[in-house]
Nanobody
C-alpha cells in the first residue's frame, strides 16, 4: 500500500524560497509518476509539476523557470524547489503518485498525500 507524506510548507515573503518534500512509502517507487498539485480556497486543484520514472519533468506555465522538481530513488523522495515565490503561489500543496501505463501488472491506483500549506505574503 502506497502512502505519501508531504513536508516543507511554511510562510515566506514574496521573492523567497521553499523546498517541499514528498516521501513515498511502499513498493515499486520506480513505476510511479509523482506530481505536485496545489489548491487555493475557492479554486480547483491545479497541476504544478510532475516527474516520470525516466525521469522527465513537466511544469505548468505559471511556475516554469521558478520551480524545480526532482526525485531521489534511494530515499523515495520527490522534492519541489520553489524560488521567486509570488503571493499567487499560496495554497495547499499536494503530492500524488500514479503508476505509469506501462506497468500493467500493477493493480493499485493513484494515491494522494494530505498536503502541506504554503503562504506567500506580499
Amino acid at each position: 500500500q502506497v502512502q505519501l507524506v508531504e513536508s516543507g510548507g511554511g510562510s515566506v515573503q514574496a521573492g523567497g524560497s521553499l523546498r517541499l518534500a514528498c516521501v513515498f512509502s511502499g513498493n515499486f517507487f520506480s513505476i510511479f509518476t509523482v506530481s505536485w498539485y496545489r489548491q487555493s480556497p475557492g479554486k480547483a486543484r491545479e497541476l504544478v509539476a510532475s516527474i516520470t520514472s525516466v525521469p522527465r519533468a513537466n511544469y505548468s506555465e505559471s511556475v516554469k523557470g521558478r520551480f524545480t522538481i526532482g526525485r531521489d530513488h534511494p530515499t523515495k523522495t520527490v522534492s519541489l524547489r520553489m524560488t521567486s515565490l509570488k503571493p499567487e503561489d499560496s495554497g495547499t500543496y499536494y503530492c500524488k503518485a500514479e503508476p505509469e501505463e506501462w506497468a500493467t501488472w500493477y493493480n493499485g491506483g493513484a494515491t494522494w498525500g494530505q498536503g502541506t500549506q504554503v503562504t506567500v505574503s506580499s
